[in-house]
């Protein structure tokens, strides 16, 4: 049953540093006494040893000291708020869970509280039973989180876990700050030239090295635009040191279509239109894109050109053909791949080929990273190439071998 709010029970305190938690240490955190001493008492009876804060600045201070196994918090307390201190806990720590209470349930405050990392979300009364289950969940969780954390850790220097938003929004705030282009170069093999080169996002945030895990992390911040914006004024900075003879193929992400600050005549790309290939990836839906062929036509008229990026990966199709009608398309790596020893792809490869030849659309074959790879593309009709096999990824500007 319930704790009555009226019980007179006694606070229960921890013991000393050198005594140890029994079943683990809990941090419990109410402005209303009477709650905070039936809580300990349950919990200590139960085996864990409790400390209490009566609020959000008290607990700050306390989880800054120690490491808890489990904090249990109040939503509404005044001055620091139970929502205010899990991202204050996270900031501290990633994997401790945080079990949020409340006594005027809100779907608002419930849907923040989980996106913010909360384990679970309790409704006041709150069964003592269900407590400890809850509590003994919590517990083998962060034991399970502990180990992963060790394994990623031995693996990954300085990665992180982001199961959460609080954190993820400081690794991705950190992300935007060290954003820096990479670029590889596209090749013409039959005239032994470079093409172009294709700018590539790159960070120092450990746990969003990765683009992929970047755009993913934009895209559940939905911050996505503001990620889009810092990439192309970061290629605006370098794309002057580009021999006037190049190319420069910036990737968009679908989303960005609907930024209105890649149309703007004073946006910081916009001055070498003329030079830049949008380079958009149909990770989404292209139809839910409102007035496509019109910003696609308004692009145009800035002078920019357009690509259709990783045909074959899976995601897109020749939808994107009809939709974006590109002047450049760049198969996907996976179709390049050992094209040498496989004919399914020998053929498919063709077919693309063929078909951008009767479209007038030139493309491009990513991923080549051996010679037989590069002369069975060249085999089948085609000529620009990009790889490994003539430049890695790097800072402005690595120089192509031809050899």
């Known amino acids: 049953m319930a704790i009555p709010a009226h019980l007179p029970v006694e606070i229960v305190f921890s013991g000393t540093d050198a005594e140890p938690a029994r079943r683990g240490l809990i941090l419990l955190v109410d402005d209303e006494p009477t709650i905070t001493r039936g809580f300990a008492r349950v919990l200590t ?15 700050a ?59 679970r979300y309790l409704i006041k009364p709150i069964d003592p039973a269900h407590l400890e289950d ?14 992963r954390r060790e394994a990623l850790e031995h693996y990954r220097a300085g990665g992180r876990q982001l199961g ?56 559940r911040l939905n911050r996505l635009h503001e990620l889009g914006q810092i990439i192309r004024q970061r290629v605006s900075e370098t794309i002057r040191d580009i021999p006037s003879t190049g190319l420069v193929f910036v990737n968009v992400h679908t989303a960005d279509l609907e930024d209105q600050s890649l149309f703007h005549a004073s946006s910081p790309l916009s001055a070498y239109a003329s030079r830049v290939v949008l380079e958009i990836t149909e990770r989404a839906a292209l139809d839910q894109i409102k007035d496509l062929m019109s910003r696609m036509a308004q692009l145009r008229k800035m002078g920019y050109r357009i690509a259709v990026d990783d045909l074959g990966a899976g995601y897109a199709g020749l939808t994107s053909f009809a939709q974006l009608e590109p002047e450049v398309v760049k198969v996907d790596m996976s179709l390049v791949r050992g094209v040498d020893s496989s004919p399914t792809k020998q ?57």
């Open 134 to 147: 809850v509590v003994a969940r919590a517990i083998r969780l962060h034991q399970m989180a502990r180990v």
């Open 45 to 59: 009876a139960a085996g864990y040893t409790v400390e209490v804060a009566h609020d959000g600045t008290e607990a």
């Open 164 to 219: 959460d938003r609080a954190s993820l929004e400081a690794r991705f705030d950190n992300a935007l700050a060290t954003v820096w282009i990479a670029y590889q170069p596209i090749v013409s093999w039959s005239s032994r030239s470079l093409f172009a080169y294709e700018a590539l996002v790159r960070n120092e945030e450990p746990a969003l090295r990765s683009p992929g895990d970047l755009f993913d992390a934009a895209e």
């Open 347 to 403: 053929k498919l490869l063709g077919s693309i080929i063929g078909l951008c030849r009767d479209l007038q659309i030139q493309i491009i074959a990513e991923g080549i990273e051996t010679e037989p790879e590069r002369d069975m593309l060249i085999r089948l009709g085609g000529d620009l190439c990009q790889g490994y096999l003539f430049a890695r990824p790097g800072r402005p500007f690595p120089v192509p071998d031809m050899g």
């Open 61 to 119: 201070a306390l989880f800054r000291q120690r490491a808890f196994d489990v904090i249990i918090s109040d939503i509404s307390m005044p001055g620091m708020s139970g929502l205010e201190l899990l991202r204050a806990v996270r900031e501290h720590d990633l994997d401790v869970p945080v079990i949020i209470m409340t006594g005027g349930p809100a779907v608002q405050s419930a849907v923040e509280a989980m996106e913010y990392g909360a384990l």
